[in-house]
């Protein structure tokens, strides 16, 4: 099994900056792409940003220029720096990862989500 524990949510005034955590812990054996994604009250689940094992990264266009994403792999951590806050960022953020998982000689590989935390930008 694999557990993912967010944390670094919170409520910030338009323009400001917050800093989101996610620690990955279990069976992991490796983990490959390690993303961001987030919903809003009535809307659907979107991705926000995604690093791979090698480092590259991708972005929604609604956040390029104003978050980084970036992860330390000796702490199966991703990590999400988010500046230039505007309220339509609001919602709920959910990492993802997708990794091996080891028992014994055996590997599956999966998805893995967080459960979430809040973030809401006021104007």
């Known amino acids: 099994q694999v557990q993912l524990v967010e944390s670094g949510g919170g409520l910030v005034q338009a323009g400001g900056s917050l800093r989101l955590s996610c620690a990955a812990s279990?069976?992991?054996?490796?983990?490959?792409?390690m993303g961001w994604y987030r919903q809003a009250p009535g809307k659907q689940r979107e991705l926000v940003a995604v690093?791979?094992?090698?480092?590259?990264?991708n972005y929604a266009d609604s956040v390029k220029g104003r978050f980084t994403i970036s992860r330390d792999n000796a702490k199966n951590t991703v990590y999400l720096q988010m500046n230039r806050l505007k309220p339509e960022d609001t919602a709920v953020y959910y990492c993802?990862?997708?990794?091996?998982?080891?028992?014994?000689?055996?590997?599956?590989?999966?998805?893995?989500w967080g459960q979430g935390t809040q973030v809401t930008v006021s104007s």
């Open positions: 279990g069976r992991i054996y490796s983990i490959n792409d």
């Open positions: 690093i791979t094992n090698a480092g590259s990264t």
């Open positions: 993802n990862i997708e990794a091996l998982t080891a028992y014994g000689s055996r590997r599956d590989s999966g998805a893995y």
